[in-house]
């Protein structure tokens, strides 16, 4: 495997990671930088980059015309693989066909196993995960006794990697639920917080993905109408903990609570829609920020509590629930910010739009532009998912100003 030769040094920033040679020379989600759709233009690439619609000032766009491509991206782009220590120490395949499965595998990549997910359906690997597995070449867990690759659900074998299958369940309720208590191994005692996601309602529980992967709170799904019993055992599995429903009534109802309420305390985080709903995920605090006073994640707090510039942001598709297990692992590293939701392809929704203004935008003294904080956006899909307006609009939104003109 090989980084791909480009033309300019700025290329080469632009593209570590996310454009790595496959076997064979097939170039990883290289086609889909240039992506276009009949709604939705991408403006020409600029000396074969793909600029805009790869990268701006202050975004980067995982590509991809799918989740799949997306999760074989995102791992690369966390772990190139080019150099000692840029490793994975082991890698999670999650079923396409399971959504919750995904999502809830999302809690492998905190501590201390620190697993990006790579997507396959039940027959064999996709070419995009065989080629990124490949590279990334897992060195071996030492929480999991050296395993390299997790399975999760109905996907395939990997060959010669030492694997460890976590679950085989069918049901995406036992499968969140073996998902905690094997991530409860590994780390030697249970989270004792739990995020509680509708497997009716997709787009509520994408912002769960990223928080797991960066706090190693598992994530356990109810029913439209209950709360099943693998998620029951699993909550008493883990004596009394903090419970956080996400999404509003509508999604998770009032009786849900009360029957969640036998198993722990239980806080409710959430809005009406998708986006909003991602909103107040990444805003939420408990204990809540002191009135008027600067807000920040403190020791034992549960939440992401950004309400500040200098930060990372992870913009998904509310239409693709994948994608959120996907760009996890830009949750739970470098970066480490929340997962956003764009509902319209076209337009930054109202809420995130409202959220940037109010907490993203850095601020700097006139010639101190250097001391200033700096954000970064993730751009998750290809321009069907998230329009290159959108992601300039974003870039506009994350760009560093003078305080004199905000």
């Known amino acids: 495997m090989r980084l791909r030769a480009l033309s300019s040094a700025v290329g080469a920033a632009l593209l570590v990671g996310l454009a790595l040679s496959g076997c064979g020379g097939t170039r990883l989600l290289e086609h889909h930088t240039t992506t276009t759709t009949a709604s939705i233009s991408a403006p020409a690439s600029v000396g074969g980059l793909g600029i805009p619609t790869l990268a701006t000032r202050n975004t980067t766009r995982v590509g991809g015309s799918n989740p799949v491509d997306d999760a074989a991206g995102v791992a690369l782009a966390v772990y190139p693989s080019q150099s000692s220590g840029s490793h994975p120490s082991a890698v999670t395949i999650a079923p396409t066909g399971d959504w919750e499965a995904a999502i809830a595998s999302s809690v492998l990549m905190a501590a201390p196993i620190h697993a990006p997910v790579l997507l396959s359906g039940p027959s064999s690997l996709p070419k995009t995960t065989s080629q990124a597995l490949s590279t990334l070449s897992p060195t071996g867990a030492g929480a999991i006794d050296g395993a390299q690759v997790l399975r999760v659900g109905d996907v395939p074998g990997v ?3 030492k694997t460890d299958t976590v679950s085989s369940a069918k049901d995406p309720y036992t ?13 030697g005692s249970p989270s004792r917080d739990v995020v509680i996601a ?4 997709p787009a509520y529980a994408m912002p769960a993905a990223g928080w797991a992967a960066e706090s ?12 099943p019993a693998p998620t029951r055992r699993a909550l008493q599995a883990d004596s009394n903990p903090h419970i956080y429903v996400l999404g509003p009534k509508t999604v998770v109802s009032a009786q849900i609570v009360r029957t969640l309420r036998r198993y722990g305390s ?20 408990n204990p809540a920020c002191p009135f008027g006073k600067a807000c920040a994640q403190i020791p034992g707090s549960f939440g992401w509590a950004i309400r500040s510039p200098g930060h990372g942001y992870t913009l998904l598709n509310a239409s693709r629930p994948l994608d959120a297990a996907a760009s996890a692992a830009l949750s739970g590293s470098g970066d480490y910010g929340p997962q956003l939701l764009v509902e319209d392809p076209t337009t930054l929704p109202k809420p995130v739009l409202q959220y940037f203004l109010n907490y993203a935008t850095p601020g700097f003294s006139q010639g101190e532009q250097t ?10 899909g290809d321009p069907a998912a998230i329009s290159v307006p959108v992601q300039s609009e974003l870039d506009t939104l994350l760009q560093a100003v003078p305080v004199s003109s905000q």
């Open 175 to 187: 499968l969140a639920a073996d998902i905690a208590a094997y991530q409860a191994a590994a780390a």
């Open 371 to 380: 001391a200033a904080v700096y954000n970064h956006g993730w751009v998750i």
């Open 266 to 285: 239980v806080a409710r985080v959430g809005r009406a829609g998708a986006a909003a709903n991602s909103v107040a995920f990444a805003i939420y605090r």
């Open 159 to 161: 060959g010669h990697f």
């Open 198 to 201: 509708s497997s009716a309602s």
């Open 216 to 227: 190693g709170d598992p994530v356990l799904f109810v029913s439209a109408t209950g709360v």
